[in-house]
């Protein structure tokens, strides 16, 4: 087991499924872990739970909805009010949505949580990962990637909408960011990846149209989110990746993402669209 005693961590979704299994993980790892859940009991069981069986006390929880902006600008802050250090920031929370949402800002809500959310929370606490170097970025993407594009005349959804398509398209998004960010980041000693974590069994697209009989079929055969998360773990803490940067893994193999993920093109006009609708730049 790799220690991560002296290492902090914030990891998104941290409350639920593979990001609290991840958090779990890192606790064990001996790491000061934060994980960010949006509802308050939601959060505090898992907590409660990722301390009993880590027996690591320095774990703790932080309230943020990843669809708001205003909720992810002051998450930024309060982490950076309690903590100097980031080694490491799993972007982890998402969500599939088989209606067309809208978040308090208007934005199309699977765009918004899965890769927007991401983008802001990245580009806010990038000069604490960058003064912490070396630390790591790794972003919770899919397959569901492989087949999908940047609509770029319809972004949001709002002439046609399917969950879809919206759920790998901002799965793609998460990929174009990572490579595009890797670009930025070169010679800082901060890395970033992206990574698929298998078919998991968690709550995942419960209760919506995604969640079918035959899903419910398959469901025993899905992996658990105990060996999910140590396939995050392995792109997060693993010596073997020291400097490895802009890549993708599944299981823990770095492979090919989908060709439109490796268009630079498409890449720099998601990132200039990115900060304009999130008002930052990086
Ligand atoms: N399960 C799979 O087979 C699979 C496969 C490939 C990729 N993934 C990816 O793995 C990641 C984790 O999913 P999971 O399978 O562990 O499912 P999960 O158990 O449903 O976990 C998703 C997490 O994201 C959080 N979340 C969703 N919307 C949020 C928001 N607006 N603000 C803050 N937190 C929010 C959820 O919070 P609540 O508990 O409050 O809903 C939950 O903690 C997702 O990014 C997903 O796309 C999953």
């Not at 505090?44 to 990722?50: N, P, R, S």
């Not at 929370?93 to 308090?104: F, P, S």
């Not at 492989?146 to 969950?163: R, T, V």
Request: aromatic share 6%.
């Amino acid at each position: 087991m790799v220690d991560m005693t002296g290492k902090t961590c914030i990891i998104t979704g941290g409350n639920s499924g593979i990001g609290k299994a991840t958090a779990l993980g890192l606790a064990k790892m001996g790491a000061t872990v934060v994980i960010v859940s949006r509802g308050k009991e939601k959060g505090e069981a898992a907590l409660a739970d990722i301390i009993a069986k880590s027996g690591n006390r320095s774990t703790e929880l932080m309230l943020a909805d990843m669809s708001s902006q205003d909720s992810i600008r002051t998450l930024a802050s309060d982490f950076k009010a309690r903590h100097e250090r980031l080694h490491l920031l799993v972007n982890n929370a998402g969500v599939y949505l088989t209606r067309r949402n809208t978040t308090v800002d208007g934005l199309e809500s699977t765009f918004a949580t899965n890769h927007l959310g991401p983008f802001l929370l990245t580009s806010l606490l990038l000069d604490l990962l960058e003064a912490s170097a070396p630390s790591r970025i790794v972003n919770v993407s899919s397959d569901a990637h492989n087949g999908a594009k940047i609509d770029f005349e319809d972004l949001q959804g709002q002439k046609k909408f399917s969950g879809w398509h919206a759920y790998g398209q901002s799965k793609l998004a998460m990929i174009l960011f990572t490579h595009q960010l890797a670009k930025r980041l070169d010679g800082t000693g901060v890395t970033v990846n992206s990574a698929h974590p298998g078919v998991v069994r968690t709550n995942f697209a419960n209760n919506n149209g995604l969640v079918t009989f035959g899903f419910r079929l398959m469901r025993p055969f899905f992996i658990s989110p105990k060996t999910a998360a140590k396939r995050i773990l392995y792109v997060a803490t693993s010596p073997d990746l020291e400097g490895v940067t802009g890549k993708y893994f599944t299981k823990t193999h770095e492979v090919k993402s989908s060709q439109e993920s490796y268009d630079d093109e498409s890449a720099k006009r998601l990132w200039q669209i990115s900060e304009q609708l999130t008002k930052v730049s990086i």
